[in-house]
């Protein structure tokens, strides 16, 4: 029988990865690798960042909400959305641009 533990409160928690622990030999892990490697990129360079290492920290509903955000756009960056306008062309309620 496992016994439980009892967790004391803590001000915050703090997760901390060695480097290289990560690294899989997923297949198709290069395209959300990939992905998510360019959302941090980019927000470190709008800060003016250039470090090897990062922090990311926050209130928890902040965090999951950002890791949320960015699976979220992950997933829509993968649609493919076509204008089908030849469609439409005939009904005068929709006014397709020509230049779209």
């Given at each position: 029988?496992?016994t439980?533990?009892?967790?004391?409160?803590?001000e915050?928690?703090?997760?901390?990865?060695?480097?290289?622990?990560?690294?899989?030999?997923?297949?198709?892990q290069?395209?959300?690798?990939?992905?998510?490697?360019?959302?941090?990129?980019?927000?470190?360079?709008?800060?003016?960042?250039?470090?090897?290492?990062?922090?990311?920290?926050?209130?928890?509903?902040?965090?999951?909400?950002?890791?949320?955000?960015?699976?979220?756009?992950?997933?829509?960056?993968?649609?493919?959305i076509?204008?089908?306008?030849?469609?439409?062309?005939?009904?005068?309620?929709f006014?397709?641009?020509?230049?779209?």
């Open positions: 029988m496992q439980s533990k009892i967790l004391t409160a803590k915050r928690a703090v997760f901390v990865f060695q480097k290289g622990s990560q690294i899989r030999n997923i297949p198709n290069d395209s959300s690798y990939n992905y998510v490697r360019n959302i941090l990129n980019i927000m470190m360079a709008k800060n003016g960042v250039d470090s090897e290492i990062i922090f990311i920290g926050g209130h928890i509903e902040d965090v999951i909400s950002y890791i949320a955000g960015i699976i979220d756009l992950y997933y829509l960056d993968s649609i493919s076509d204008l089908a306008d030849d469609k439409y062309s005939n009904d005068s309620d006014e397709v641009p020509s230049n779209i």
